[in-house]
Every structure is written in structure tokens, then in C-alpha cells.
T-cell receptor, first 112, second 114 residues
Framework: GESVGLHLPTLSVQEGDNSIINCAYS??????FIWYKQESGKGPQFIID?????DKRQGQRVTVLLNKTVKHLSLQIAATQPGDSAVYFC???????????FGGGTRVLVKP | DGGITQSPKYLFRKEGQNVTLSCEQN?????MYWYRQDPGQGLRLIYY???????QKGDIAEGYSVSREKKESFPLTVTSAQKNPTAFYLC?????????????FGQGTRLTVV
């Protein structure tokens, strides 16, 4: 079936190091991808997005890479800080119908 | 302030009862979404709507119903047919027709069956 999934459920990273969170998607009709951050008991917050006609996009301390050949998406966080500790989700949008679906999430724990 | 509001924040339901979760947005967004999140899990799509008076089933629609009578409102009813309704429910909205845009989320409703 159609799905968006993640390889690692939990990622521990030392403060100041870079973090890489991975996501696999299976629907080649998806045209837009979003990364969200969710803190405990709250709604997800937007981090960065990328369209399917791009392979890289950079924000402040974050970079998203898209590899359509292998249907893989990654989020890189530079100089990870304690405030980055949260669960991160990738989401894919199918243009037909604007159906927005999410992967299972990766918990990032930042060690001081 | 503009935003998306879910109410109540916490909700308790007895087994066999229907319950309705509210989601209101004043962002003039076209599309609205309902997701369910179980502990330690991701978000699963229940229903979504692109326009007033129209909505589509998501991946786990059984036991749920929605309506979209107004652009700003997208209530979700959890019916007695939903066998395991205890979960965190999230509503989101996004504009359409302006290119790709992210969805904005409410703060969620935590539903517990007692």
C-alpha cells in the first residue's frame, strides 16, 4: 500500500553534532514533502518543505534532501541543540486530492 | 489572532457513546484534515476536505464521521463503532490554489474512553 516511513525510531545525538533523519516514501505520485517537529502533547510544527522538482533545500540550520530515484527524503539538522529534542515526521502530499499523509516519526534525543 | 483551534483539550467518553471534537480555523484555508495519533506512533489520516460540503475518507475512516458545512469548521464525530477511540486527535488546515503549502495544526484533543 501507499506509505511514508522512517528508518530509525530513535536517534541520540550529542549537543553540537549534526543530526540526520531519514524517511522513505512509496508513492511516486507525491509532489510535495514536508518535515514537521512535534513536542510532547502539542501539534506538529512546520520545519521545512521541498517540491518534487527539487533535490535540496536549505533553511536555518536545516537542510532537506530528496532523492526521487530511491524515494528517499532526509532532514539534516546542523549543530543540534537541546531544543531540537522532539519527534520529527515527514509528510507527503499527493497532488490529486491534496491527500497529506505522514510517516511513523523519529524521536531525536540531544545529549548535553 | 489567526489560527486553528481544537476543543476541548481533554475529553472523556463512556463506552458506547458518540462524541464530537471541534476544529475551527480563521485562516480562510480551503482544506482541512483530521489525524489520529496513538502513543509513540505517527499521524494517521482519518478524513480530509478540500471544499465546503465535500470530504474524503483517509486511511482509517471506519468508526468516524465528519461534516464540512462551513469553510472554517470541520467537526469530527467519534462513533460507538470505533472500537479503540482512545488517542490524541489532531486537526490541520492549509490553503489551496497558491502552490504547495504546509498544513497548520491545532494543539490537539486527547480523547479517553472510560
Amino acid at each position: 500500500g501507499e506509505s511514508v516511513g522512517l528508518h530509525l525510531p530513535t536517534l541520540s545525538v550529542q549537543e553540537g553534532d549534526n543530526s540526520i533523519i531519514n524517511c522513505a516514501y512509496s508513492n511516486s505520485a507525491s509532489d510535495y514533502f514536508i518535515w514537521y517537529k512535534q513536542e510532547s502533547g502539542k501539534g506538529p510544527q512546520f520545519i521545512i518543505d521541498i517540491r518534487s522538482n527539487m533535490d535540496k533545500r536549505q533553511g536555518q540550520r536545516v537542510t532537506v534532501l530528496l532523492n526521487k530515484t530511491v524515494k528517499h527524503l532526509s532532514l539534516q539538522i546542523a549543530a543540534t541543540q537541546p531544543g531540537d529534542s522532539a519527534v520529527y515526521f515527514c509528510a507527503e502530499n499527493r497532488a490529486a486530492g491534496n491527500k497529506l499523509t505522514f510517516g511513523g516519526g523519529t524521536r531525536v534525543l540531544v545529549k548535553p | 489572532d489567526g489560527g486553528i483551534t481544537q476543543s476541548p483539550k481533554y475529553l472523556f467518553r463512556k463506552e458506547g457513546q458518540n462524541v464530537t471534537l471541534s476544529c475551527e480555523q480563521n485562516l480562510n484555508h480551503d482544506a482541512m484534515y483530521w489525524y489520529r495519533q496513538d502513543p509513540g506512533q505517527g499521524l494517521r489520516l482519518i478524513y480530509y476536505s478540500q471544499i465546503v460540503n465535500d470530504f474524503q475518507k483517509g486511511d482509517i475512516a471506519e468508526g468516524y464521521s465528519v461534516s464540512r458545512e462551513k469553510k472554517e469548521s470541520f467537526p469530527l464525530t467519534v462513533t460507538s463503532a470505533q472500537k479503540n477511540p482512545t488517542a490524541f486527535y489532531l486537526c490541520a488546515s492549509r490553503p489551496l490554489g497558491q502552490g504547495d503549502t504546509e498544513a497548520f495544526f491545532g494543539q490537539g484533543t486527547r480523547l479517553t474512553v472510560v
